[in-house]
Nanobody, 119 residues
Framework: QVQLVESGGGLVQPGGSLRLSCAAS????????MGWYRQAPGKQRELVAT???????NYADSVKGRFTISRDNAKNTVYLQMNSLKPEDTAVYYC?????????????WGQGTLVTVSS
């Protein structure tokens, strides 16, 4: 089993920045691809960004140029730097791990952290 714990969510004004972190523990040899997904009220969960252990990345078109995903393999931690935030970025952000591909959802989920973009 893999446990994922997110942190860093909160309230930010439009145009502001936030940095999310997700630390993995447990059977970390199963982690492989890590990533972030989000779910806004009344909408389906969607991919935000994913990253392989080697650093290859995949981003949703809606966040390209504004968000940056990175990871520290020594700390088993993935980060999401979010800049130029928009109200439509408001959602619960979930950490995900365990996939073999940048394009498929992994088995493991964190509990989610709320990001609210509002003036």
């Amino acid at each position: 089993q893999v446990q994922l714990v997110e942190s860093g969510g909160g309230l930010v004004q439009p145009g502001g920045s936030l940095r999310l972190s997700c630390a993995a523990s447990g059977s970390i040899f199963n982690i492989n691809v890590m990533g972030w997904y989000r779910q806004a009220p009344g909408k389906q969960r969607e991919l935000v960004a994913t990253i392989t252990p080697a650093g290859s990345t995949n981003y949703a078109d809606s966040v390209k140029g504004r968000f940056t995903i990175s990871r520290d393999n020594a700390k088993n931690t993935v980060y999401l730097q979010m800049n130029s935030l928009k109200p439509e970025d408001t959602a619960v952000y979930y950490c995900n791990a365990g996939s073999q591909s940048l394009y498929f959802i992994g088995l493991y989920w964190g509990q989610g952290t709320l990001v609210t973009v509002s003036s």
